[in-house]
């Protein structure tokens, strides 16, 4: 049996090169062995309903060797399901989401899904741009959230599929090396919510035999615009319909975090955590001090605000940036990004009303968004890091959410 393995890893190696659209991983699957619980890691697709407009949503399956498997939609790039083996080897589902696309489109939790064409908020929704001002969608009181009324949450994206064995002295040259990715892409008309600029985003999203979930973003634009896109995924390490995160210990490398105002928009402060119930420097319970009496507290009631990541050097590099653990499953979430800010937000609008997977009743801050990103409206404020896209620029960005028992 030995003897053939190089020349299934060719094989595979072949159909990752040429990958035609959107099928290339499924018709490959048969000498791949997809379903086992070994090789490198496989994607298969199925039909997952219609959009509103009567558009055609899949669901694309990825798995790896160690029994982990995430769902992923062409809609919105939602990743509606992550199951991981938990220290005991139970399966847990760890993130937040509904059963049917009709229930995204409706709802306004982002459960899971790519954000953009900028993430978090730009006050109200105005920004200049070499001398001109633009005007985008109000969705958020006066102000911008996450991409306007019809963000890059609520849009049918192209996608193809790329499935690989080792790539020698490759990206994926590791211990267990093979990747599955789900490659997305969408076209952000000039105009749309009001930016300028055609926006041509494509998005990565890779499991690995690692237990990574890669996200790899990439835009260029035909006019000047500015860009901001994460996965906005609700993790609750103990199981999706676990109830409250709030025993979960995080830890972030951030020694500054960005006051709000009414609104959530930025102050420009970037204040230090020391003393506050914002130091995360060592994991701490995200229960322990969430209920003090702090303005900033009150103001998101709770954690929904944006941590400056000490590491971050603009140079493009993947960095530490949290970890989340979750005591009963024992399992740990690790946040690696090149992005240089962090929102923690504690899912504080979380309120019962949301029927999610299964029928599962997700109440007050039941999930926990790591949201890596550029700083919330850092298009109104030129001393933060710019999230202006030329033409002839490509926007690049990473983040691998790990997954791993403790
Ligand atoms: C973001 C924001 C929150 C909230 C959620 C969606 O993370 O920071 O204030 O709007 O999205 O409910």
Wanted: hydrophobic content about 30%.
């Amino acid at each position: 049996m030995r003897s053939i393995v190089p020349l299934l890893s060719l094989m595979i190696l072949l159909t990752a090169c040429g990958g035609d659209p959107d099928g290339a991983a499924e018709r490959s699957a048969g000498s791949t062995a997809v379903g086992s619980n070994s090789g490198p890691p496989t994607i298969t697709s199925e039909p997952w309903g219609v959009t509103p407009e009567g558009d055609s949503v899949k669901l694309y399956t990825l798995s790896n060797a160690n029994g982990m498997t995430v769902r992923v939609s062409d809609l919105g790039g939602i990743v509606t399901e992550v199951l991981v083996p938990d220290r005991d080897g139970n399966l847990v589902d760890v993130v937040l989401g509904y059963d049917s696309p009709d229930a995204y489109v409706e709802g306004s939790t982002y459960f899971g899904s790519i954000v953009g064409r900028y993430a978090n908020r730009i006050a109200r929704g105005r920004f200049e741009l070499d001398g001109t001002t633009y005007e985008l969608a109000t969705n958020n009181g006066e102000n911008h959230l996450h991409g306007g009324v019809r963000g890059f949450d609520r849009v049918l994206w192209d996608a193809f599929t790329v499935q690989s064995g080792p790539i020698p002295g490759g990206p994926y040259d590791v211990p267990g090396a093979g990747r599955a990715s789900l490659i997305l892409s969408y076209v952000s008309e000039a105009g749309e919510e009001g930016y300028p600029g055609s926006l041509n985003a494509e998005v990565t999203i890779t499991l690995t035999n690692g237990n990574e979930l890669k996200f790899g973003y990439e835009a260029t634009t035909d006019a000047p615009t500015v860009v901001n896109l994460t996965h906005h995924g609700y993790w609750n390490l103990a199981g999706h319909a676990s109830g409250s995160v709030l025993d979960h210990g995080l830890e972030l490398r951030a020694s500054r975090y960005s006051p709000v105002d009414a609104g959530l928009i930025p102050t420009g402060e970037l204040r230090h955590v020391e003393g506050t119930p914002f130091d995360f420097r060592t994991p701490t319970r995200i229960g322990d001090r969430i209920g003090e009496d702090d303005e900033q507290l009150r103001i998101g009631g709770g954690y929904d605000h944006n941590f400056v990541l000490d590491d971050w050097t603009g140079d493009g590099a993947l960095r530490l940036a949290a970890r989340l653990r979750d005591p009963t499953s024992g399992l740990a979430l690790e946040v690696l990004t090149t992005e240089p800010g962090l929102q923690l937000y504690s899912g504080n609008f979380l309120d019962g009303s949301d029927v999610g997977k299964g029928g599962a009743v997700y109440g007050y801050r039941n999930g926990l968004c790591l949201e890596t990103q550029h700083f919330p409206d850092s298009p109104n404020r030129l001393e933060f890091p710019s999230t202006v896209l030329r033409p002839g620029e490509t926007y690049e960005s990473e983040t691998v959410y790990r997954i791993r028992t403790t």
